[in-house]
């Protein structure tokens, strides 16, 4: 493998006219087809379609459409003018196309009105008892012949007991908060809810559905309402359009900002403009080809596969840094291009295939996942690796032999790098470095049993977005979330059986009930009105005689209400409001089948919505038939159930891909072990540093582990496959490759480290995640593993002269670290 390596580099050497017209075709194929790239942020699409969440979803997208909304928010009026508002653009949002209708008012008069009818008929008749006893005390109080000898209390008329009883119910949570409008008069802020046709997962639909609505608003005078008065716009559509932006300006940011700081590393690292036109030449024309791929088999980039281009840049650099610096050493030494080509790509170069092949493979276990956010980013990288590695066996050795033909030479102090100071800092106090690296290793391994896993959702989606901070101002006005969880039935009877079942299933589970209420329109018409208008008429009749000059005025309102609710007639579907039927009604108009389930726990709540879903898939009709259950709390469910179960079998599986493939690429169990050493240490270490540095895994920067197995590793395989050559010298080998480890680290880090610049908390939690360990395992790599290989070098070499000398055999004196470690260890 390393001869043809080195074969291959030195014909495209020799010949690199023919190798950079085919790397230019490939580019300009690539970046053709990659043009028509587009990002897709929508949590639902990275669910496979087989999952029982996303199946009933599209069966719910399919039958009632939108489940969102398009809030509309006027602020910074008093309530008249708030009002005036709702009224005079419901109208005008409701003739928008694409809008099926607008809810601007709470149905609450028609609902308090008709309060009893949801009391049971034994709770009416305790009403009754309760103003029977009342006005005979009155009667008792008003006979001058009485005299109350024990200073009997009135029968109190307090019925808060029975509308606390009652207060969950769909009526009265859908009309409750005060105000028939959606209307905070202390922050002045009045809501109206346009419902669209079309899910806002289709993208292009909600930019044009917003579009219309904005369009409409900035066509009203809005003076008219009061000085000051302004609009805005929030809910899911306006969330997923601010979301997409956000992410594409990250990735545009992030991408820019790694490309800068690269470019100015390279200088550093090179002194030379040409050597860095030389590194990213060939990392350009692989990037080129592994998105115009990704084009063929995707047509888009996910949440993480956009900022690929920053990573497998950074990592594939490191490739670069590793190779150009050998040829450079080479060509110091007296060895002529071709031949500095040749001796680069043949144990250079074979290193990186080792480690590019390794870091593919790990990043291919990643790829398993059914999570296609992790899917996808393991494909893609995996082939990115590959790809990165044959672009510098093409390009590379062509551009150093047109640069050789023209009388380029390197420079002195380019091509022969200083001895490291750090090299005979090892050899001479390689115990106490190893002794003071275990005491810390130790101290952080003992902090791992701290580590948490964040199961908060919001590291999903920024909620510092304006649309996010006004869209949870929304909610509070409202009084309900606005994203229900819907259970799809067939038929009435099914509705009502299902609510039933979730009304048993929240009382089962008492205060630790995920429901907050069940609405349909089965539960909006309560059962039985024909014999409960017979005690309303009672009641009416009694209250009529309660004497109000006895009461004060709170009872007077009171009772007064209770009038009005006992007058009134028995109702059914078809009377309810059209504000209140339209809400369940389907896209072909049918009104029947659709069980909103509103959540009484936080959406972000990662172990909540888990309880929820639970909850909910726990129930079903008396039948046994299940019914689809449908939302984004499902999805969010499903997503951190998948994680939590397929994280440790991820981990597990890169980890033995990457010791099976050390293994059958480096020749040797003992060798493998050794370069995976310093990673498996890194690795735990960066789990002891987290609880000290305040970080927590999560749904996104979990991928960290399996990537950083797949890119550290290649350190160890560079250092010692140097040091395994025959007389090498540990200082020399350690002044050379430490340099270009150090380099390769810092690129990758570079690449992970755009993410710092995200605005998005989880891609910037996977950039510090990232980081961290980079910067981790540089500190291990450079300082520990090889103190330790020195150790251990020279505890193997007095092991041979005490056998030599058993054997009376001369022995052959020399420090440690003038013999290759591998060999000695």
């Given at each position: 493998m390393e001869r043809t390596l080195g074969a291959v580099a030195a014909h495209n050497h020799r010949r690199p006219g023919l190798a950079l017209l085919l790397a230019l075709v490939l580019a300009v194929l690539g970046g053709l087809f990659a043009r028509n790239l587009s990002l897709n942020a929508n949590l639902v699409d990275l669910l496979p379609r087989s999952f029982e969440s996303v199946r009933d979803l599209h069966t719910l997208e399919e039958r009632f459409g939108a489940l969102g909304w398009v809030a509309v928010v006027g602020e910074g009026a008093d309530a008249a003018s708030l009002q005036r508002f709702a009224d005079e653009l419901t109208p005008k949002l409701e003739a928008l196309p694409g809008i099926r209708f607008v809810e601007s008012q709470r149905p609450s008069a028609f609902f308090r009105d008709r309060a009893l009818y949801f009391l049971s008929e034994e709770d009416l008749k305790e009403v009754h008892r309760r103003l029977e006893a009342r006005i005979a005390w009155e009667k008792r109080q008003a006979n001058p012949l009485f005299v109350d000898l024990v200073g009997e209390e009135p029968p109190s008329l307090d019925f808060s007991d029975l509308e606390a009883k009652y207060g969950g119910s769909a009526g009265q949570r859908l009309s409750s908060h005060g105000s028939d409008y959606y209307l905070d008069p202390e922050q002045r802020r009045v809501v109206l809810l346009a419902k669209p046709d079309t899910t806002s997962a289709d993208l292009g639909y909600s930019r044009r559905i917003v579009g219309e609505v904005r369009q409409l608003l900035d066509a009203q005078d809005l003076s008219k309402y009061g000085p000051g008065f302004r609009v805005d716009i929030t809910g899911t559509f306006q969330k997923k359009i601010d979301q997409q932006g956000q992410i594409a300006n990250d990735i545009a940011v992030s991408s820019a900002v790694a490309l800068g700081l690269m470019l100015l590393y390279l200088l550093f690292h090179f002194r030379s403009a040409l050597a860095v036109g030389l590194v990213l030449t060939p990392v350009g024309a692989g990037l080129a080809w592994t998105y115009g791929l990704v084009a063929l088999l995707y047509g888009q980039v996910n949440l993480l596969t956009g900022f690929l281009g920053a990573i497998l840049g950074g990592l594939g650099i490191e490739h670069g840094i590793h190779l150009l610096g050998r040829y450079l050493h080479l060509r110091g030494e007296g060895e002529s291009s071709e031949q500095a080509t040749r001796e680069s790509f043949t144990h250079t170069g074979g290193a990186a295939l080792v480690s590019a092949l390794v870091a593919a493979l790990t990043f291919f276990v990643l790829g398993t996942s059914r999570f296609l956010a992790f899917r996808e980013f393991g494909v893609i990288a995996g082939v990115g690796m590959v790809v990165l590695v044959a672009a510098y066996v093409l390009v590379?050795?062509?551009?150093l032999g047109l640069a050789s033909r023209w009388g380029w030479r390197p420079r002195l102090a380019a091509a022969t790098p200083s001895q490291s100071r750090m090299g005979r800092v090892l050899v001479r106090r390689r115990g106490l470095l190893t002794a003071v690296w275990a005491v810390l290793l130790v101290a952080l391994f003992t902090q791992v049993p701290r580590l948490r896993f964040d199961y908060d959702f919001r590291s999903l989606e920024d909620q510092g977005l304006p649309s996010f901070v006004l869209d949870r101002e929304v909610n509070r006005i409202i009084g309900y979330s606005q994203t229900p969880v819907v259970v799809l039935t067939d038929t009435p009877e099914q509705e009502r059986e299902m609510v039933r079942a979730l009304q048993e299933a929240q009382r089962a589970h008492g205060k630790e009930s995920t429901i907050d209420f069940v609405a349909s329109l089965s539960a909006l018409v309560p059962p039985d009105q024909q014999a409960k208008r017979a005690v309303l008429q009672d009641i009416s009749k009694l209250v009529e005689t309660v004497p109000e000059e006895r009461l004060s005025p709170e009872q007077r309102e009171q009772l007064a209400r209770l009038r009005s609710a006992a007058r009134a007639e028995p109702f059914t579907q078809e009377d309810l409001p059209f504000s209140v039927r339209?809400?369940?009604?389907?896209?072909?108009?049918?009104?029947?089948?659709?069980?909103?389930?509103y959540p009484s726990v936080s959406l972000s709540d990662g172990q909540a919505i888990r309880a929820l879903a639970k909850e909910l898939r726990g129930v079903h009709l008396p039948s046994g038939e299940r019914s689809p259950v449908a939302g984004e709390a499902l999805v969010l469910a499903d997503i951190l159930n998948m994680v939590t179960h397929e994280g440790?079998?991820?981990?597990?599986?890169?980890?033995?891909?990457?010791?099976?493939?050390?293994?059958?690429?480096?020749?040797?169990?003992?060798?493998?072990?050794?370069?995976?050493?310093p990673t498996v240490v890194s690795l735990v270490a960066l789990l002891g540093l987290m609880p000290l540095m305040g970080l927590e895994f999560n749904y996104l920067n979990i991928l960290v582990i399996p990537v950083l197995i797949g890119t550290t590793v290649d350190a160890g395989v560079h250092l010692l496959t140097r040091l395994a050559s025959p007389r090498s010298d540990f200082v020399a080998v350690y002044s050379e490759t430490g340099r270009a480890i150090c380099g390769g680290l810092l690129t990758s880090a570079v690449g992970f480290g755009a993410l710092f610049l995200a605005d998005h908390p989880g891609l910037n939690s996977i950039g510090a995640l990232a980081n961290l360990g980079f910067a981790t395992n540089l500190l291990i790599m450079l300082v520990a593993f090889p103190a330790l290989l020195l150790v251990l070098s020279e505890r193997r070499l007095r092991k041979h002269r005490a056998r030599s000398v058993a054997r009376k055999e001369p022995t052959v004196e020399g420090p440690p670290g003038s013999k290759p470690a591998p060999h000695a260890s």
């Open positions: 590379l050795p062509a551009l339209q809400q369940f009604q389907s896209r072909t108009g049918d009104s029947s089948g659709f069980v909103m389930v440790p079998l991820i981990l597990g599986g890169a980890t033995l891909a990457v010791l099976l493939a050390m293994w059958l690429t480096l020749g040797g169990l003992r060798m493998a072990l050794l370069c995976l050493t």
